[in-house]
C-alpha cells in the first residue's frame, strides 16, 4: 500500500488550501484514514480522522476551519483547510489504517505566512 499526499503549498494567513492523499488500494479498503501534521519541533499530531463509513473527528483547535473527505473512486482522501493560521504550518501526513497495519504516505508541506 501506498500513499501520495499532495497540494501543500504557501497560503496567507486566512487563506484556504485543499491537501489531497491518494492511495495504491480503495481507500474503501481502510478501516481509518486521517491526517496528522508536524509542525518543526513538534510531535506529530492528528489533524482529523474519517472512518469507513464516513464518521469524523477533528481535533480541536481543527474544528469548523478543517473538513476531511474521501472519495472512495478516485481512491482519495481530502483536507479542506479555511481560515488558516501561521500555527497551522507544518508538513501533513497522510495516514491509514487496515485492520492490524498503518501506512503513512510522505506529506507535504503546508506554510501559512504574509
Known amino acids: 500500500v501506498q500513499l501520495q499526499a499532495s497540494g501543500g503549498g504557501l497560503v496567507q494567513p486566512g487563506g484556504s488550501l485543499k491537501v489531497s492523499c491518494v492511495s495504491s488500494?480503495?481507500?474503501?479498503?481502510?478501516?481509518?484514514m486521517a491526517w496528522y501534521r508536524q509542525a518543526p519541533g513538534k510531535q506529530r499530531e492528528l489533524v482529523a480522522s474519517?472512518?469507513?463509513?464516513?464518521?469524523?473527528n477533528y481535533a480541536n483547535s481543527m474544528k469548523g476551519r478543517f473538513t476531511i473527505s474521501r472519495y472512495n473512486a478516485k481512491k482519495t482522501v481530502y483536507l479542506q483547510m479555511n481560515g488558516l493560521k501561521p500555527e497551522d504550518t507544518a508538513v501533513y501526513y497522510c495516514?491509514?489504517?487496515?485492520?492490524?497495519?498503518?501506512?503513512w504516505g510522505r506529506g507535504t508541506q503546508v506554510t501559512v505566512s504574509s
Open positions: 495516514y491509514a489504517q487496515l485492520d492490524r497495519n498503518v501506512y
Open positions: 488500494i480503495s481507500t474503501g479498503s481502510f478501516n481509518l
Open positions: 474519517i472512518d469507513s463509513i464516513g464518521l469524523t
